[in-house]
Each structure stands twice: as structure tokens, then as C-alpha cells.
């Protein structure tokens, strides 16, 4: 069992930048891996970007490679998303999420634990 809780959401302007951590506690963190999902008013969850366990591999949604960047700290139990260049399209809850199970990372069904997401807002 795990528990992740997601923190610095916001509301930033158009361009700006802001990084989102995600704390776990629980079993052993460097047995996860990560990921970043988002979801939009009226609009389904989506893949942002994961994380291996060992940080050795990441992988981005087209919509946010070249902007996002996925990293953890296994010492500090944390892993991170920084997003820098936001744009309207970027405004979701976020969502952090761990699994042990070796599988798809882009898939919502890969992921056995969830945080309560955190809001991300960006003015034009």
C-alpha cells in the first residue's frame, strides 16, 4: 500500500512555469513506477508522463514533450513534475500515480494507487 499526495498547483499565467510534487509514503518508493495524468472539465482523464522506478526511463504525451519534464527523487519519496510554457490547454486537475506492475505506462488501467490531484489553472 501507498499513499501519494500531490501539492504546488495553481494558477499561473499563460507561458509561466510551475512544478508539481507528488509525496509517497507507504512501501518502498523505488519499487514504483510513476505517472502523471490529467483531467479537464468535461473531459476524460489523460496520460501526461511517467516515470520508471529507477528514473532511467520517461515517456511524455505529444502534448507536453518539449514542455513537461518528469523526475523523482527516491531519497525524498518524491517525484515531480516540471511544467514549463503553459498554455489554456494546459488548466486540469493533476494526478499522481504509482504501480509495481511492469505494463503500460500511458494506461490509466497500469496504475494501482492514486493521489487526490491537485489543480492547475493558467490565465490568458
Not at 21 to 38: E, I, L, P, Q, V
Not at 51 to 62: E, L, P
Not at 91 to 118: F, I, K, L, M, S
Request: charged letters at 15%; one cysteine or more; glycine letters at 12%.
Amino acid at each position: 500500500q501507498v499513499q501519494l499526495v500531490e501539492s504546488g498547483g495553481g494558477l499561473v499565467q499563460a507561458g509561466g512555469s510551475l512544478r508539481l510534487s507528488c509525496a509517497a509514503s507507504g512501501r518502498t518508493f523505488s519499487s514504483y513506477d510513476m505517472g502523471w495524468f490529467r483531467q479537464a472539465p468535461g473531459k476524460d482523464r489523460e496520460f501526461a508522463a511517467a516515470i520508471s522506478w529507477s528514473g532511467g526511463s520517461t515517456y511524455y504525451a505529444d502534448s507536453v514533450k518539449g514542455r513537461f519534464t518528469i523526475s523523482r527523487d527516491n531519497a525524498k519519496n518524491t517525484v515531480y513534475l516540471q511544467m514549463n510554457s503553459l498554455t489554456p490547454e494546459d488548466p486540469a486537475v493533476y494526478y499522481c500515480a504509482a504501480t509495481v506492475a511492469a505494463g503500460t505506462p500511458r494506461r490509466e488501467h497500469n496504475y494501482d494507487y492514486w493521489g487526490q490531484g491537485t489543480q492547475v489553472t493558467v490565465s490568458s
